[in-house]
């Protein structure tokens, strides 16, 4: 447990990243059926930040985090999609099926939704998602270079990119493998839920990854579906940003997962920030964030 100073840190980082005002789409476009398969888009939104000219601009594509609750959705990201749209890129802010209500369905064993997410169906909207954006860019931003993707994802989206990142490297039989790996210059990971097992010792997010799964019932016989370090290596340039300060999704998950890249034969790029705890990373008036930002450009052009 945090001690209150760290506490008191925490509450402060989180009620600045959700001060700002949420900004509107350009465009949203429909990957599914369902109420949340959208995806939002920004157009660049070029000023002072700005570090290309508008077209062709890279494609940043974002998912959320809020530990794959119902109550967290893609519009606590908007301003942080808007910053990112202000330096040059085209961003396409998913959204994706997340768990139930508070109160419908605990850790997910039975009955009921679980909170965290829903599986498979978090999973599938992720995948789906991934899968018609390029036509779907073609049609609503023609300016996105799609040749310049990167993927980006904030605590359990965190997971979510590494995840979708993976797809070519899932088990033979799992419904989201792809044949090749994803057309990606790479993804930077914030503060991911990117080792389950790490995860659950510390109880991140009230044992979130366990719920996502389904409990404990089918936790062992799913993670190898879902648990990003266990689906190594990828071949794609990957860069992990942590705040050393983190209480909610703390530095030695990210450290984790970048040890376990290494023991597989790969170099992921682990950016520690001192001093900086979860949600200063999507907070345009944090400097973490454009620490971010920066990393993410370095990818993309």
Request: charged share 20%; hydrophobic share 45%.
């Given at each position: 447990?945090?001690?209150?100073?760290?506490?008191?840190?925490?509450?402060?980082?989180?009620?600045?990243?959700?001060?700002?005002?949420?900004?509107?789409?350009?465009?949203?476009?429909?990957?599914?059926?369902?109420?949340?398969?959208?995806?939002?888009?920004?157009?660049?939104?070029?000023?002072?930040?700005?570090?290309?000219?508008?077209?062709?601009?890279?494609?940043?594509?974002?998912?959320?985090?809020?530990?794959?609750?119902?109550?967290?959705?893609?519009?606590?990201?908007?301003?942080?999609?808007?910053?990112?749209?202000?330096?040059?890129?085209?961003?396409?802010?998913?959204?994706?099926?997340?768990?139930?209500?508070?109160?419908?369905?605990?850790?997910?064993?039975?009955?009921?939704?679980?909170?965290?997410?829903?599986?498979?169906?978090?999973?599938?909207?992720?995948?789906?998602?991934?899968?018609?954006?390029?036509?779907?860019?073609?049609?609503?931003?023609?300016?996105?270079?799609?040749?310049?993707?990167v993927l980006t994802g904030h605590s359990a989206g965190g997971h979510l990119?590494?995840?979708?990142?993976?797809?070519?490297?899932?088990?033979?039989?799992?419904?989201?493998?792809?044949?090749?790996?994803?057309?990606?210059?790479?993804?930077?990971?914030?503060?991911?839920?990117?080792?389950?097992?790490?995860?659950?010792?510390?109880?991140?997010?009230?044992?979130?990854?366990?719920?996502?799964?389904?409990?404990?019932?089918?936790?062992?016989?799913?993670?190898?579906?879902?648990?990003?370090?266990?689906?190594?290596?990828?071949?794609?340039?990957?860069?992990?940003?942590?705040?050393?300060?983190?209480?909610?999704?703390?530095?030695?998950?990210a450290e984790s997962y970048a040890e376990a890249a290494a023991k597989a034969?790969?170099?992921?790029?682990?950016?520690?920030?001192?001093?900086?705890?979860?949600?200063?990373?999507?907070?345009?008036?944090?400097?973490?964030c454009a620490v971010v930002a920066e990393e993410i450009a370095q990818l993309?052009?």
């Amino acid at each position: 447990m945090p001690d209150d100073a760290a506490a008191a840190r925490a509450a402060a980082e989180e009620e600045s990243a959700f001060s700002h005002p949420q900004v509107d789409p350009d465009a949203t476009a429909a990957y599914g059926d369902h109420p949340d398969q959208v995806i939002d888009f920004y157009a660049p939104r070029p000023g002072r930040e700005s570090a290309a000219p508008v077209a062709p601009a890279p494609l940043v594509v974002l998912l959320h985090g809020g530990a794959w609750r119902a109550r967290y959705d893609r519009r606590h990201v908007t301003p942080f999609a808007a910053y990112l749209a202000r330096r040059g890129f085209v961003v396409a802010n998913v959204e994706y099926r997340r768990g139930g209500e508070e109160g419908g369905g605990g850790a997910g064993d039975e009955g009921g939704v679980p909170l965290a997410g829903r599986w498979p169906d978090t999973f599938d909207d992720v995948a789906a998602a991934l899968d018609a954006l390029p036509s779907l860019v073609r049609e609503v931003v023609p300016q996105a270079d799609t040749g310049r993707t990167v993927l980006t994802g904030h605590s359990a989206g965190g997971h979510l990119a590494l995840w979708a990142a993976a797809r070519h490297v899932l088990p033979a039989d799992a419904p989201w493998r792809t044949d090749r790996p994803a057309p990606l210059r790479g993804v930077v990971a914030l503060a991911p839920v990117a080792d389950f097992e790490v995860a659950e010792k510390l109880a991140v997010c009230d044992h979130a990854a366990l719920q996502l799964l389904g409990g404990k019932g089918v936790f062992a016989e799913r993670v190898r579906y879902a648990d990003p370090a266990l689906l190594l290596p990828t071949g794609i340039a990957t860069t992990l940003v942590q705040g050393r300060a983190d209480v909610v999704v703390p530095q030695q998950v990210a450290e984790s997962y970048a040890e376990a890249a290494a023991k597989a034969g790969e170099v992921v790029g682990l950016t520690l920030l001192e001093d900086v705890g979860h949600f200063p990373l999507i907070d345009p008036a944090a400097d973490a964030c454009a620490v971010v930002a920066e990393e993410i450009a370095q990818l993309a052009w």
